[in-house]
């Protein structure tokens, strides 16, 4: 064996440079297996990855036009990072002028001490505009520039500061159609949903998802960073415009009739698309969290939908439509009106107790006699009837795409609490409740020859770039087209022959008022009512169905006094917001 | 001193006039070059690969973070769009509207004022159309050119396949 001394100097180059790479891949064996490579290797596994909550933006909602009802804004959340905190009083000070706070509680807040694994970062505020982060940020910029890192505790210093974007539901039409929208409890980041209207009843749709992930911290991995699809948009069949009309005349409405509450609802009985929904009282959609103080015991959210009423004689447009399709009687079907009918051993009186003489059924409907339609009812036969009120969806919900419907049950023949004279007493609209979009799906049938339509405020929906249109649901066909024609030619002459409020110069109108007596402690009390008003036009193509209810009016307690010129004022806006010409326009121009 | 030349004979090549074996004999260090030389030239085509990996792993980090800034920042944009959208909304809210409305001496149209006027083939205002309907399907053009795609085999496959199908064209 050569000793080193006989070994050339290529040799000895060449064993150190191996002794070299020994030691290199000896030292790379041992990085990767000594107790410290376990402990950064269980390290790694648990901190590789951050566990981050991934949530989709929730979706929009608009209007049939596209005009956003709901969307969604930048605020941002504040909090400070204790390790970080150079000035607690200077953080305290500046949160207290720009964002409002309590000086005291953010001053606790920031002087907290740094625990590592603790106390590490507090959140100070939250939906903060990004006007006031501006503000914020300039300051902290400015305190940098004259005390960086905090070094010197005397001088102003916003470090340990941070804050963290996010979305805020907003409503930018505040109020607007409130009632059918619904909200969004967004103060509750975690466990935020929706409540009421269409924010409610497509909660699930709107929210999109939400789950936690794994976010690897690892940059070779960091391909596959999971993302939210944003949660489906809304159009609604609501028409901006018209529900902005629609609210402004029942306010006005409501204050001039001096009544309680007022709904009315105006929609295409064609399809059943719901035009405008409005109801009082009404709430400011961004500050949901009055809605309790809003909504007390008994005022439901949305009273077209969520409270039913006795409905009173626009309830008899139904009973005529049974009879007429039953072949029961003819417009010109005589009755002789005596002021009072004995059903079931009980009398039934007009709403006048006057006694009107010979009558037809159109003039029955004009002077709504409740003698009449009681007597058309026992016509019919209590079978008949019901079975047509069954058909017409009464004491069924409409299943409309809102949340919270409500409806009440109906008494009929065989049912413990059904008596012979409520088939009088409902013939008139007594003794039954409904809410008006009930009434309303009822008489589309009137209005669309026959075929009823479900009412639907969901016009489309958008998802993973798609957009989904609903269609028409007819749910039934409760009358022939015939008698749909000739009802609705009855409605017309007696409101022609009435000289209604509810008339429209230069259009054709049918409708019809209702007033019921509201039950106080049992006892109906004549003082008391429910004025209401159900009507349509024009009526050769009806293209609106409108449903007006003031719920007890102080100025008159009469349907046809104080609901049928709001009936008149809404279709005058109607009419234009629609782009309907008058009768004699659109007869020249489809002449043309 | 007489010089013959035969021009019928083939020069022998130099390397035929070498005794390799009695080169290395004499100069024992050209086996030791020999071996220092492979060595050298094995630890080049290992310092390549491993700078080659080297440059390729930085380049995936790099390309790694930038996926998770593009991510960040476009978390921020869709905030920045959520928002700019909400503003949009407000400053033509139907209230605000009306307001400008009536600034702008616009007043209520009734139907008494209203002039309608028959235009051939206009059918009415549409209701919102905001996204294709469902059996509309978009065409997306790949992002990223296949050749930052491809790896090295994929473009040689490529490419032989495409002469072999040009040739089987031609032929």
Known sequence: ?592 | MTETRNTSRRPTPFWKKINLPQAFKQAPWRSQIQLVGLFLLGLVVVLLVAGIYLTISGQAAEAGLDTYNLAYERRSLERSIADYKAQLAQISSSAVMEERAKSMGFSEANPDNVIYVSVPGYTGRQTAILAPPPGITQTQGAVVKTEYRDSLWDWLFQGINRLSSSVRGNS
């Open chain 1, 1 to 592: 064996m050569k000793s080193l001394k006989n070994l050339s100097r290529p040799q000895i180059l060449g064993i150190v440079l191996t002794l070299f790479a020994g030691l290199i891949v000896f030292q790379m064996i041992s990085i990767q297996s000594n107790a410290h490579a376990k402990n950064l290797n269980q390290w790694a596994q648990n901190y590789g990855y951050q566990v981050s909550t991934i949530q989709s933006e929730r979706g929009y909602i608009y209007d049939r036009w596209g005009n956003l009802l709901a969307g969604n804004k930048e605020v941002y959340e504040l909090g400070v990072e204790l390790q970080y905190v150079a000035n607690p009083a200077t953080i305290a000070t500046t949160l207290a002028s720009i964002v409002g706070s309590d000086y005291a509680t953010i001053l606790a807040e920031a002087s907290q001490p740094y625990v590592e694994g603790k106390s590490v970062y507090v959140t100070l505020a939250d939906f903060v505009d990004s006007s006031k982060i501006a503000q914020i940020d300039k300051l902290k910029n400015d305190y940098n520039k004259s005390n960086l890192y905090g070094e010197n505790s005397k001088l102003p210093s916003l470090l340990g500061l941070v804050w963290t974007a996010h979305l805020q539901r907003i409503y930018p039409e505040n109020d607007l159609a409130s009632n059918v929208i619904g909200f969004y409890s967004y103060l509750d980041r975690d466990k935020g949903r929706g409540y009421y209207g269409v924010e409610e009843k497509y909660n699930d749709l709107l929210a999109g998802t939400k789950e936690q992930v794994l976010i690897p911290l690892d940059p070779y991995d960091l391909q596959t960073i999971p993302t939210a699809p944003a949660g489906a948009s809304l159009i609604l069949t609501i028409d901006r415009e018209i529900q902005r009309s629609t609210e402004s005349i029942l306010d006005k409405a409501v204050k001039s009739t001096g009544a309680v509450n007022g709904t009315i609802v105006v929609m295409n009985p064609r399809n059943g698309e719901i035009l405008a929904m409005a109801s009082t009282p009404r709430m400011n959609l961004n500050e949901y969290w009055n809605s309790s103080k809003i909504y007390t015991t008994g005022i439901p959210f949305n009273k077209a939908i969520s409270q039913v009423y006795e409905p009173g004689s626009v309830f008899k447009i139904l009973t005529m439509a049974a009879a007429l399709d039953t072949n029961t009687v003819t417009p010109d079907t005589g009755f002789t009106d005596t002021g009072v009918i004995t059903v079931g051993g009980w009398n039934i009186y007009n709403w006048d107790r006057g006694a009107w003489g010979p009558q037809t059924m159109v003039t029955c409907l004009q002077h709504s006699l409740n003698v009449c339609l009681s007597w058309v009812a026992t016509q019919v036969g209590s079978t008949k009837f019901y079975e047509y009120l069954d058909r017409f969806g009464i004491g069924h919900r409409t299943n409309i795409d809102l949340a919270g419907e409500e409806v009440y049950p109906l008494s009929e023949p065989g049912d413990p609490m059904w008596y012979e004279v409520n088939l009088a007493t409902n013939s008139f609209g007594q003794g039954v409740a409904v809410t008006p979009v009930q009434m309303l799906m009822a008489a589309s049938a009137i209005a669309n020859d026959g075929k009823m339509v479900a009412p639907h405020v969901l016009k489309a929906y958008i998802q993973d770039g798609k957009q989904y249109n609903t269609n028409t649901q007819i749910v039934g066909m409760p009358i022939t087209a015939t008698t749909a024609h000739t009802l609705t030619n009855m409605l017309y002459t007696s409101l022609q022959q009435e000289s209604s409020d509810a008339l429209v110069e230069g259009y054709s109108v049918a409708g019809k008022t209702g007033t019921a007596e509201i039950a106080v402690n049992g006892e109906y009390s004549s003082n008391l009512t429910n004025a209401s008003f159900i009507g349509w036009g024009p009526t050769d193509n009806p293209q609106f169905m409108v449903y007006i209810w003031l719920e007890k009016p102080a100025s008159s307690i009469w349907g046809s006094v104080v609901a049928a010129p709001v009936f008149s004022e809404e279709v005058k806006q109607l009419v234009v917001l629609m782009n309907i010409p008058p009768d004699s326009v659109r007869a020249s121009l489809q002449g043309k």
